[in-house]
């Protein structure tokens, strides 16, 4: 029983690492994308486009990571 604890336990340590990792992808993504709009308005469409679909990049591959983690567990 113990063991299952400690390997549920990790699992979620895993899940939060992989949540976590993804918070500072976006914010940082997200942050880069308003400072290029900033500095070229015209443009802004464009790199909309691209920071959703990197957003959403990185939205998968966390959420590849929490399921990974928690069939581990």
């Given amino acids: ?3 299952f604890i400690f390997h549920g336990g990790l699992a979620a340590i895993g899940g939060g690492l992989a949540v976590l990792g993804a918070g500072l992808g976006i914010g940082k993504i997200g942050g880069s994308a308003m400072e ?4 070229q308005p015209e ?3 464009k ?5 959703i679909i990197a957003a959403a990049l990185v939205e998968g591959a966390a959420l ?4 990974v983690a928690m069939l581990q567990g």
């Fill in 36 to 39: 290029a709009i900033a500095r």
């Fill in 47 to 51: 790199i909309q486009t691209a920071m």
């Fill in 1 to 3: 029983m113990n063991e």
């Fill in 64 to 67: 590849f990571g929490i399921v």
């Fill in 43 to 45: 443009a802004a469409d």
